[in-house]
């Protein structure tokens, strides 16, 4: 009996396409390919979308249809992959803007009526990797609480019950040699094979 093939999105948070983000998409959408893995992407640069909350929480703004797929394609996938880079502590703004749209109650998690401390998680059965590139040395990295790294994993992806959730930290970018460079490249495309 035939073993289906492991369903992968990969999400890509990165503006500019010209970006070793999007090289570090390629070469993890080549090795999970090469494995077998049926893989879906989105690009979020290239979506046309309102990343603001016009009204917070307190009303729905309408989904537009690129969010809408997006949606449908977390909801599809076994494991996501995350990648952006680091700005400042965090991810760019439209990356931000795109978890504020797409993570929303009844989507991805659920609260409990009546109850404040308590919610249902509604993609429990997923796994989850964080790949980002920064220029911040390590040590202040580490010290700082790798902010952008924990509020995607603890506060986004695991409060909608993904787990295990990895990270894959690169980086000093300015500083790299383009040795270095591939080696990240090899790796990362190594990550996508095994995952698949």
Request: glycine share 8%.
């Amino acid at each position: 009996m035939r073993t289906p093939r492991q369903k992968i999105l990969i999400i890509n948070g990165h503006p500019d396409a010209e970006s070793l983000v999007f090289a570090l998409h390629a070469a993890y959408l080549r090795g999970a390919e090469r494995s077998g893995a049926e893989v879906r992407e989105i690009f979020i640069r290239d979506l046309q979308f309102t990343p603001n909350l016009q009204y917070g929480y307190r009303q729905r703004t309408e989904l537009e249809p690129d969010l809408v797929r997006s949606v449908e394609y977390i909801q599809w996938a076994e494991h996501i992959v995350v990648l952006h880079p680091v700005w400042w502590g965090s991810y760019p703004a439209i990356m931000k803007g795109f978890l504020d749209r797409v993570f929303l109650p009844g989507f991805f998690f659920r609260k409990v009526p009546g109850v404040s401390t308590r919610w249902e998680k509604l993609l429990t059965g997923r796994s989850a990797h964080i790949i980002y590139t920064l220029d911040t040395p390590w040590f202040l990295w580490w010290l700082s609480g790798r902010p952008a790294y924990s509020a995607l994993k603890w506060i986004t992806l695991g409060y909608c019950g993904i787990s295990p959730i990895r990270g894959t930290a690169l980086g000093v970018v300015r500083l790299s040699t383009p040795a270095q460079r591939a080696r990240w490249l090899e790796r990362v495309e190594a990550l996508g094979a095994k995952r698949a």
